[in-house]
């Protein structure tokens, strides 16, 4: 019978990998056979393989010979992109991000934060719930168990809070005292509510302020003026 092959090969399970390969199983012709690949192998079967096309001379006892070609394939490469919200005042549980995940094998496996998120039916994408700002690492498994790890940094604000420079009152029973402000943290810019009060013009006492920042976050504290 004329010289001919049968070949069974595994493609590659992850993009980048090397574990391909291709089982040759040569007949007709007349036996002993031997084997030349154009990658310089000269063994029957190629293991451990990356993605490519690759080429086998057969040649048996007689010198005859029968080439074959065999393509392994690979996934495309396996990552992710995300869109993250930071928080928006400190210690507010508001942050939030969107993660999409491209390539590999479909279903994926997300694991975020210590807990694990099944993305079925091919679903590729995934909404944190509201977190508040810290380092998020997370790793997404393909269905051949490719993965592909990245961290998110969720932001926030500093804590706001302020230094005040007071002008105590000049005389008893006048309401010629001040306080001034030096806000810190937080986003600018501010506001102050001093109430019925007018930071410009106190009397003798405390006084309650509170800050409210361009987030909307807010803290209050209060000042003594004395006579």
């Known amino acids: 019978d004329a010289l001919s092959n049968n070949h069974t090969s595994v493609n590659v399970n992850c993009n980048g990998a090397t574990d391909g390969s291709i089982d040759i199983t040569p007949s007709g012709g007349v036996g002993p056979y031997t084997f030349t690949w154009d990658n310089g192998a000269n063994t029957e079967d190629l293991t451990n393989i990356s993605a490519g096309q690759y080429i086998v001379t ?93 961290t998110i940094i969720i932001t926030q604000p500093d804590s706001i809070h302020s230094i005040a ?15 001034t402000l030096n806000i810190i943290g937080g986003t600018a810019p501010y506001s102050e509510n001093w109430g019925v009060s007018d930071s410009t013009a106190l009397n003798n006492g ?22």
């Open 206 to 227: 405390y006084h309650t302020f509170i800050i409210t920042d361009a987030n909307g976050c807010n803290t209050n504290d209060s000042i003594l003026i004395t006579e």
């Open 165 to 179: 420079t007071l002008t105590n009152v000049s005389c008893t029973g006048l309401s010629d005292g001040s306080a």
């Open 58 to 150: 057969i040649t048996d006892a007689n010198n005859c010979t029968f080439n074959d070609t065999i393509t392994i394939t690979e996934p495309t490469l396996l990552y992710s992109s995300f869109i993250q919200t930071n928080a928006s005042c400190y210690g507010f549980n508001d942050g939030s991000a969107t993660v999409s995940f491209f390539g590999g094998t479909t279903d994926y496996i997300l694991s975020w934060d210590s807990l694990t998120y099944p993305l079925l039916g091919g679903t590729s994408t995934f909404s944190t719930p509201g977190v508040p700002g810290g380092i998020y690492p997370y790793m997404v498994t393909d269905n051949n168990g490719c993965t592909h790890a990245d």
